[in-house]
């Protein structure tokens, strides 16, 4: 029981989890400002703005440097993971992304019945990658600092 618990307890893992969900939230919001809508349903797709990979990612990042030092190894291996997942996420996602708009309008035009559709939305733009980036520290290190782990905050409650 007490792996559970350690595992429960891990910091990095909580605000940075806190920090991915927070831009799938966030998706919400600037999918209403840029089309006027409001899609609950965009919180469960890929792509968009701000880039959850991208916080998520950071936001380890960040909360394993502040945890371990920023001058550690670990953190250095979790920095080149990083740029590894942002790059990913605004280079090879994205053109598989512009690839699959360019074949479901060449399958539409082939076969106008065609129901075969490939999802689009599976990168970024390099401003999603950004905001995303920036994110997951924002979050991240704050909760870290001020409020600690999910099982600190929790004692503090029930006291």
């Known amino acids: 029981m007490s792996d559970f618990f350690a595992f429960i307890n891990n910091s990095v893992l909580f605000w940075?989890?806190?920090s991915c969900l927070l831009a799938q939230f966030f998706k919400i919001i600037f999918n209403f400002f840029s089309t006027g809508e409001i899609?609950?349903?965009i919180?469960?797709?890929t792509g968009g703005?701000?880039?959850s990979h991208s916080a998520l990612i950071t936001g380890a990042t960040s909360g394993i440097g502040y945890?371990?030092?920023?001058d550690?190894?670990?953190f250095a291996l979790a920095v080149a993971v990083s740029l590894i997942v942002m790059y990913d996420a605004s280079g090879v996602r994205r053109s598989a992304?512009?690839?699959a708009a360019e074949i479901n309008k060449l399958s539409k035009k082939l076969n106008p019945q065609s129901e075969v559709l490939l999802k689009e939305t599976l990168g970024h733009k390099k401003i999603e990658v950004i905001v995303g980036s920036f994110l997951g520290p924002l979050i991240t290190l704050p909760g870290m600092f001020f409020l600690g782990s999910p099982l600190k905050i929790i004692n503090f409650l029930i006291n």
Do not use: N, V
């Open 39 to 41: 899609r609950f349903g």
């Open 67 to 70: 945890e371990l030092g920023f």
């Open 72 to 74: 550690s190894s670990i």
């Open 49 to 51: 703005m701000p880039s």
């Open 43 to 45: 919180m469960f797709e």
């Open 97 to 99: 992304g512009l690839q």
């Open 16 to 18: 940075s989890l806190l």
